[in-house]
């Protein structure tokens, strides 16, 4: 069972930057398709950013395009989301996932992180 650790969420202000982290428990990260996705309160979660095995290949949502940066470290079994210009709107439980290219039906989740961004 592969567990993902999310972390570096926190308060911030709007304008201001959070960068977090999603830690595999084994070699996941450098065999999956991994990907962010956010919950906002009363609302369903949805996509924020994905990277494809090869790293040359990354996906954003409109909403976060250009602000948002997604990246690995296969060495570190980590891959990051790096989140620039936040906004209150960007206010939501980051969750990150990951979709081995081995066994592409199985799907697994961190425990979402929170982010909070005040004006």
Known sequence: QVKLVESGGGLVQ???SLRLSCTASDRTISTSKMGWYRQAPG??????????RSALTTSYADS???R????RDNAKNTVYLQMNSLKPEDTA????NAEPI??????????????????
């Open 68 to 71: 948002f940066t997604i990246s």
């Open 64 to 66: 976060v395009k250009g």
């Open 93 to 96: 439980i980051y969750y990150c």
């Open 14 to 16: 709007a304008g201001g």
């Open 102 to 119: 081995a066994t592409p039906s199985a799907s697994y989740w961190g425990q979402g992180t929170q982010v909070t961004v005040f004006s």
């Open 43 to 52: 609302k369903e979660r949805e996509f924020v950013a994905r990277m494809w």
